[in-house]
């Protein structure tokens, strides 16, 4: 299912923003570190630039991610039973069942991050002191995924001193030769952002300094997201098994209870900590429920070997059960509506159809294109930018002339295509009016609109200029209105959209 859903359903506008990146040479990107721009330029270099190949690398990433949480649950557990749970949760799980299959920065962080925590429960396990190696080098390439790993920091550290062997590990080589490893593979984003003034780092601080009212609604949001994307019984079945986790380490002070413990629980009580006044993305806290599962089917193995009562053994097992099968029901049906359904339940604001339709702009940009004689197609915002290079494969030249500072070190878009021509001014309505034309000697005639449809319903509508008199400067200098790039803050409690304008200089 994931297969076919990776083929058929439209690439969203991030995805195609990330693969825009996979065109380019640089050794990272103000939004993200590059990891995700490596995935997908091994899907494409197989299977060309397509929907199939954009994505093929989020597969083969649950695929590894299931593989490593059977071989931690088995090394913990000897427990069959206990691995095929492992191995079936994230199945009954409707982001990894399915929306895995759309790539983003958590697809690459995901497996490296599962892999610290095996590389650790193999060190726990065998007790060699080389593991530490394995686990820094995972580590690193987590954080050449998404600076979101950094939260993964506090588990490592109480699973090295909380448990009794806490002298051992703080006056060994082992632990900091990790740490460095995990600095050298990071350091494409750090040599980045030093010749960048810290601008990713910048980006982000934005994102998680945010503050805003405190709002019901986004917690809310929050907490029912992570019903929907891990199963309306599968999500309390996780928690239930986190906590007595929890319970492990601290009573016992195990080192693996420890690990996975904190390995979720500490980003949780962030996200959720956030939640009371930010909107929390929908794959933010991702990275972190695999292990989450793998401590949960952990737990059902445990629960016989310390003699808890019968029926509280039979009730977890039977949660658990109903919780695998109600989830993969749930997967199974949205994987239909996606891709079978001719309705739309949820008008403009179906998470499928928000980021569909774009074909319809992008055909009637390219008649426009002939008919006025322009070469090079201009926009004012990334999403409209990364799908519109999308459908047009660099066949014509597509600029977004401002925020230039998210394409720090991108190729010539074919200068000679758009010095001195025309082009055609593709926005979103009513962001065609932005003000960052008042810095420029543009000259904008309308043209016409075209609407983006999914299934009936008016997504959205968008204009088309022509655009005269002005050629793009792609290397504007740090204090232009050109460079600077946007971060959008939602302040739900209101339902109002604020920008902050920002850029390494200021």
């Known amino acids: ?121 193999r060190l726990s396990e065998s007790n060699d002191e080389r593991w530490w190696l394995a686990a820094g080098g995972f580590a690193g390439l987590a954080l050449l995924s998404k600076l979101t790993a950094v939260m993964l920091v506090p588990a490592v550290l109480a699973f090295m001193v909380i448990p009794d062997w806490r002298r051992r590990w703080l006056t060994s080589l082992y632990p900091w030769l990790a740490g460095g490893i995990a600095v050298a593979l990071f350091s494409p984003v750090l040599i980045w952002n030093v010749q960048h003034d810290w601008a990713s780092f910048r980006f982000q601080f934005v994102r998680a300094a945010a503050t805003h009212e405190l709002s019901l609604r986004t917690v809310g949001d929050f907490v029912g997201l992570q019903f929907f994307l891990l199963g309306p019984i599968l999500f309390p079945v996780v928690l239930s098994g986190l906590a007595l986790t929890a319970w492990r380490a601290v009573r016992r ?90 309705w739309n339940f949820f008008g403009k604001a179906d998470p499928i159809g928000g980021e569909a339709g774009y074909e319809q702009v992008a055909s009637r940009a390219r008649a426009e294109l002939e008919q006025i004689g322009a070469t090079w197609i201009a926009t004012t915002d990334y999403r409209t930018y990364a799908m519109l290079r999308w459908y047009f494969k660099d066949h014509v030249p597509v600029v977004q002339i401002n925020e230039r500072g998210r394409f720090a070190g991108f190729r010539d878009p074919g200068m000679n295509r758009i010095r001195g021509h025309a082009a055609l001014y593709v926005a979103r309505e009513p962001d065609q009016t932005n003000p960052v034309w008042a810095a420029t000697t543009a000259v904008l005639t309308p043209l016409e609109r075209v609407q983006r449809k999914w299934r009936g319903v008016v997504m959205d509508s968008y204009a088309l200029e022509k655009l005269n008199g002005w050629t793009p400067d792609l290397d504007p200098p740090v204090d232009s209105p050109l460079y600077r790039w946007r971060v959008l803050a939602e302040d739900i409690s209101n339902g109002n959209r604020r920008f902050a304008f920002a850029s390494p200089a200021k």
């Open 253 to 342: 002070r195990d080192a693996i209870a420890v690990l996975l413990g904190t390995s979720v629980i500490i980003p949780f009580g962030y996200f959720f900590w956030k939640s009371l006044s930010l909107r929390i993305g929908d794959t933010w806290p991702m990275f972190m429920w695999p292990i989450g599962f793998a401590a949960a089917a952990i737990n059902i193995a445990m629960l016989s070997r310390e003699n808890w009562p019968a029926w509280m053994i039979r009730s977890t097992i039977a949660w658990a059960n109903a919780a695998v099968a109600s989830g993969i029901a749930l997967v199974i049906a949205v994987f239909l509506y996606s891709v079978a359904s001719p």
């Open 1 to 121: 299912m994931r297969a076919i859903y990776a083929g058929l359903i439209e690439l969203r506008t991030d995805e195609a923003y990330y693969w825009t990146w996979s065109k380019e040479s640089v050794l990272s990107f103000l939004d993200h570190p590059p990891m995700i721009a490596w995935f997908i330029r091994l899907g494409t270099a197989i299977f060309g630039d397509t929907n199939f190949g954009v994505r093929f690398a989020g597969l083969l990433a649950m695929l590894v991610t299931q593989l490593l949480l059977a071989d931690l649950v088995r090394r913990v557990t000897q427990d069959f039973r206990a691995v095929i749970l492992a191995v079936v949760m994230p199945e009954a799980a409707v982001y990894y069942g399915l929306l895995m299959a759309k790539v983003a920065p958590d697809v690459a962080l995901i497996p490296f991050a599962v892999a610290m925590v095996w590389a650790l429960v």
